[in-house]
């Protein structure tokens, strides 16, 4: 259900959680979307309850991997090899961004289309259960994929109505990225925020170029 003007944001803060390693997309280098969220991001910050997310941990998230505390080090490593292998043959892909939306947690910008990012984590998928068998794949039966960045996110009971009318002075327009890696990171809650732990990354579209599947943990 859409969000409303007469609606209320609900917290997005739940418990504090373990550490967890999973598969996402990262913006570090993309200048023209760090400056659309930026826009964003000044026209909603004076808003109470509102909590901006630092450009440098933007990120859209793909596939869930499992609690740190709850894989091996040697399976780390058989899943970036798997996941390198499964994705290698999953061809680059641009992703476009849309103007910023208000949802019931925050405000996010929305990337379509959806079947590239639904392949890198079908591949992402087939790698977990290769690895951890298929009923250890977060999420494969039940989670709907919605490929998004959440460029802030309420801590309180925000009225919608402050946000649309904030972000509806800024100038919609859209972009658009070109994505030809995923990177397996470990997440964690650094207050009202999530950071993370680089562990990997798995290069999309590389058996296409005839290139060595190379890297380290």
Not at 2 to 21: C, G, K, Q, S
Request: hydrophobic share 50%; no cysteine.
């Amino acid at each position: 259900m859409a969000v409303t003007r007469d609606d209320a944001l609900r917290n997005h803060w739940r418990p504090e959680a373990p550490d967890y390693l999973t598969w996402h997309l990262l913006f570090d280098d993309q200048p023209a979307l760090h400056a659309m969220a930026r826009k964003y991001q000044r026209a909603v910050a004076g808003i109470e309850g509102i909590d901006v997310v630092p450009i440098e941990w933007l990120h859209l998230t793909v596939q869930g991997v499992g609690a740190v505390d709850e894989i091996t080090a040697p399976e780390v490593h058989d899943l970036v090899d798997a996941a390198r292998e499964q994705l290698a043959g999953t061809p680059t892909f641009d992703l476009t961004f849309r103007p910023a939306e208000v949802h019931w947690e925050g405000i996010t910008l929305t990337a379509a289309p959806v079947e590239p990012v639904s392949r890198v984590r079908t591949a992402l998928q087939a790698a977990i259960a290769t690895v951890r068998g298929p009923d250890r794949v977060p999420g494969a039966d039940t989670d709907v994929l919605w490929p998004h960045i959440s460029l802030a996110y309420a801590n309180a009971a925000v009225p919608a109505a402050a946000l649309f009318d904030a972000i509806g002075d800024v100038r919609r327009e859209s972009v658009v990225v070109k994505i030809d890696q995923a990177a397996l990171i470990v997440l964690r809650r650094a207050g009202r925020r999530y950071v993370w732990s680089d562990v990997a990354t798995a290069q999309l579209g590389i058996a296409d170029l005839g290139a060595p599947m190379v890297g380290r943990l």
